[in-house]
């Protein structure tokens, strides 16, 4: 009430003195202000200094010049026609768009399945201890799961193990990209399914009790349950997650793909992601790693906002924003 | 409908329902076996015998008994600086994350602070948008923060959605212990480490550990910047092992030789290297699986 009230005063004031209000306040709640200001730090320098530092996409970076006093590139979008002329680039973007999908086409549904289908266990003791092994795929790190990848995938690996168990001949699978696609998103769903029920579990748990009584009484069975009650209850942490996921489609996990390359497939498997850390980074060409990195943020940003407009236009209620 | 025929429907519906139970649990339990029988055979293999393990008769319990895997990893200095530069990087990190994040979040809890929109649109921004690998890698180096520990634990302290679950957390504590705080002339200082703090240790449990096991797991920030041998955390030695050509046998002294000998199998090396890294967390995750599954509760609700 009062903070509505000293805004509308300070709507009528001129500029200046509204500057010198809200200065004093700043200076008055400058406990608070200390408070804010480390983490503020940090975010400046290593989130806000980078995005500054997406400059250079568009210079001729000279270490010594710093960011600012690097001359601009002739033509200015130089880095980017560079990537567009690229021979590799449509296959880069294919591949990237390419895993991105399919990986979503399997690790998005899977924790929704997942958690109805608990949902639907009656045994409390044996649905948490199957909740619990679920998780523990989680806690692994990337370059384990890619090493059990890699070591599984071996002529003599367990995958191949499995395999002669049903009469097929054993083949290296880390080789060529043959198997590469089945591998990567194989195991991001056996990583992420447990731990991306919890949320719609969470959901779930809510649940008014008495519509599955209501429910009972009109003689609904499992599947009528499901899909009227536990579906819709569910339905718009899946929109919100969905529009997420839409976002990261382009932001494959190129850390996992990094360690699954070797030198008989890493033309083949190559994302943006790796592309940009080749490089980038190891062969220190920092503008055109930068165009080509600022290339996909930007794409990633208007899928964002285009699935979210969608949603919006669809249902306003589960839109992100 | 008269009351017979409802009788009926209902048998059937019964009927139907229990088939559908008890293959529902056959499927959980394949699920489950799924899940966990990686780690089974990895640690079947990494205790069996070289021969055992070329033959593929591996699968479920070790094999005329191995240890030599384990002698080989365990007796590398490189395991135990490894072990100690991690655990050194994931409790200053831990620290850092849970203390900064813990101020930032309770001034932007207060609705009267002045900058609390601003540095609210600044926190947001970040979670759609980045600088991108290189930029940040420029930003690093120009701090002359490679080869440090602060490389690795303070680009990534603080996460918006972290700041935006503790602000909510906090939001549930009652305002009117903190204007009774206020009036009996506590600073927000006082507030924040002597009430919010010790009556939020569910959160500080949850996301510290959370905090924990991923700085723990990371190895792509010290691929970035982390080229001295001797500053490397432990995912860094488990990459080398997993992924040098010619296997375990190049990364370690004298295990080519026992290699040729068919003492050991490159196998055991890769395999005890495998429960090495992961051993601490599957130790202490019966212990504090309760948490995390509670902490993306309160993500979930609040957030």
Redesign the interface.
Known sequence: MKNQKSKAVNSKLPTGQRMVRFFRLVWKQKDLLVLALPATILIALFKYYPMYGILIALKDYKTKMGIWGSPWEVPLFNNFIRFFNYVDAGNLIWNTVKIGLVTMLFTFPAPIIFALLLNELRGKIFKSAVQTVSYIPYFISVVVIAGMLNSFGSTDGLFNVIRQFFGLSAVNMNAGDKYFLLMYVGSAVWHGVGWGSIIYLAALSNVDTTLYDVANIDGANRWQKVKNIAWPTIMPTTTILLIMNVGNVLQSDYTKVLLMQNDTNRSLIDVIGTYVYRIGVERGEFEYATAVNLFVSIASLILVYSANTVTRKLNPENSLW | MDNKG?RK??NK?HV??YT??AI??V??IG??I???Y??I??IAISLSSSKM??M?AV?WWPKEFNFKGYEIVFGQSDIWVAYKNTIIYAVVGTAINLL??S??A???M??????RKP?TI??LI?M?????????????QK?NMINTIWALV?????SAYN?FVYRAFYKGISTEIREAAMVDGA???RI?FKIYMPLSKALYATFGLFSA?AI?????DAL?YIKDEARQPI?MI??KV??TSGAAGGTFDGVSEMMRQGIVNP?NV??AC?IA??GP??LV??FI?KY??QG??I???KG
């Open positions: 409802n429907i209902k519906i139907g329902s559908f139970d529902l649990v499927f959980m699920i489950s799924v899940m966990i990686p780690f055979n990895v393990i070329s593929g699968t900064l994040t101020m930032i309770y001034a932007l207060i609705n009267d602070f002045a900058l540095l600044m926190l970040t759609f948008f980045s600088g991108g690998t290189v930029p940040t890698y420029l930003a690093v701090f303070l680009p990534n302290a603080i700041v600073s927000n200082f924040l096991v723990w797991n990371s190895f792509f970035l995912q488990l990459r997993l992924f196998k890769q395999y495998i890294t992961i967390i599957l995750y019966p699986q995390f599954a993306v509760q993500g979930a609700v």
